[in-house]
């Protein structure tokens, strides 16, 4: 691997750790305040107990996703400070606000809301975890909008004199189309999440003697990935419609539509050369890519062939194809995989209905299910960020060209090293933190009341 490659690796592994903890918070952040402003309204105990216990997980992985956020900021400076010279007056800002926000409102509020228990008044006290997961989700609309550029660059010029990218509207860069498409569709894939994790966690504890506010968190759980996993669809769908109008080649890739085709299938599996290539066998869905790509059975879907021959012309010779198989197969596996956990969440509600224990054999499989839509969330951004490919931002800057000069190749060896090694252990003590927070019983227990001593005798 040369330079360019260990490099982009780097950047894969810190923004793929990263982003397995982002999701959870935000998701957390909004079950928590959802919790606490139940027990506020009902009055009932044991949402109390799952608002501290949800708080408490929300802060072990608010913790380590800082941290992992921190290290993926700092790689615009370490490996790709090309593409920060030109790209950051625009990409500052919103990399400035989205620090504000976790750093500044996020923690301070999560702190207020930790320590204000019995301190603060109620109502205070609730609107504290309410601002938590108001923050999380404005960090989010506002660091989607400066990935939104890079896959549609809007909102900006070119300034004459340096040649860098100048923003021009702050207000069109956040209302940009792929970030209005992209945000519900990431809190929809954040709520799959989190939702996985309180079932898998509820069912396990439901196992192993917990106590029923576990069935109560199981089956919120199940609620939360079974409608994330429904509104991840249908956000997707809209998603993929305006991909296809912004970067039709991601699309193409996704199919491995080399032809230009009216009525496209969709294919479901397909063997091709490893290298990418027309495949060789295919099992499709008549029309279907059609509908996906721009809502209609009869639209026509440039392929791979025109595309790479218009790209040519307007930018320059060169390959602006992705990665073929990377594209085809993280595009189905993040579909599959996200399906299968909302099925499974779907299964476990109906199974659990009225008072029922559940499948014997799918409490055994829940634990587990919280791999789903962390896999899935990987692939999708898998698929989002190589099928962008040659293009940091989509026609206006190549991959090659953003890297920072003088890199050798035993410096980004020795940095992915040592990242991958502290991220191991960071992986290690949050799930040892996590398994530890599920051990612990959900209600406060009493301290015990020892028995009353008489007086020493006074001499």
Not at 30 to 42: F, I, V, Y
Not at 254 to 263: D, F, R
Not at 347 to 373: A, E, N, Q
Not at 448 to 456: C, D, G, K, N, R
């Amino acid at each position: 691997m040369d330079v360019l490659d260990l490099t982009r690796l780097q950047f894969a592994v810190v923004t793929i750790y990263h982003y397995f903890f982002v999701p959870l918070s935000i998701s957390l952040a909004a079950t928590a305040a959802g919790l606490q402003l139940t027990w506020l309204r009902t009055g009932k105990e044991r949402y109390r107990d799952l608002t501290q216990f949800v708080g408490r997980l929300l802060i072990v992985t608010f913790a380590v996703g800082v941290v992992t956020g921190l290290v993926q900021e700092f790689q615009f400076g370490m490996g790709w400070s090309a593409f920060a010279r030109f790209y950051g007056d625009v990409f500052g800002p919103t990399l400035a606000i989205e620090g504000m926000l976790a750093f500044f409102l996020e923690a301070t509020f999560l702190a207020l809301w930790y320590f204000g228990w019995d301190r603060l008044p109620r109502a205070v006290h609730a609107a504290t975890i309410v601002t938590v997961a108001v923050g999380t989700v404005l960090s989010a609309f506002i660091i989607l909008a400066a990935n939104s550029f890079m896959q549609n660059p809007v909102a900006y010029s070119l300034d004459p004199r340096t040649g860098r990218a100048r923003l021009d509207d702050f207000g069109a860069l956040l209302l940009n189309e792929v970030n209005l498409a992209a945000f519900p569709h990431t809190l929809a894939g954040a709520a799959m999440a989190g939702g996985s994790l309180l079932l898998g966690i509820g069912v396990w504890r439901q196992r192993h003697g917990g106590e029923p506010a576990h069935r109560t968190l199981a089956r919120l759980g199940a609620w939360l990935t079974a409608a994330g996993g429904a509104l991840t669809a249908l956000t997707g769908d809209h998603l993929g419609k305006v991909i296809t109008e912004v970067q039709p080649m991601k699309m193409a890739a996704a199919e491995a539509l080399y032809a230009t085709t009216t009525g496209a299938p969709f294919s479901l599996f397909a063997v091709g050369s490893p290298g990418g290539g027309e495949p060789f066998l295919s099992i499709e869905i008549p029309r279907l890519l059609s509908i996906l790509a721009a809502g209609s059975p009869g639209a026509t879907v440039q392929g791979i062939d025109d595309l790479q021959a218009q790209y040519a012309a307007q930018y320059g010779p060169g390959s602006y194809v992705p990665m073929i198989p990377v594209a085809f197969w993280s595009f189905r596996l993040m579909i599959g995989i996200g399906m299968l956990a909302a099925a499974l969440a779907a299964f476990h509600l109906w199974s659990t209905r009225k008072g029922r224990p559940g499948h014997r054999l799918l409490l055994r499989v829940l634990p587990l299910v919280p791999i789903l839509p962390a896999a899935a969330n990987t692939f999708g951004w898998i698929f989002t960020e190589t099928a962008r490919q040659p293009w940091l931002a989509f026609g206006i800057s190549r991959v090659a060209d953003g890297i920072s000069p003088g890199l050798t190749r035993a410096e980004v060896a020795g940095s992915l090293v040592g990242f991958a090694v502290v991220y191991g252990v960071l992986a290690v003590v949050w799930l040892r933190l996590v398994r530890h927070l599920s051990r612990q019983p959900l209600a406060p227990q009493a301290a015990p009341v020892e028995a009353a001593q008489p007086p020493a005798p006074v001499y």
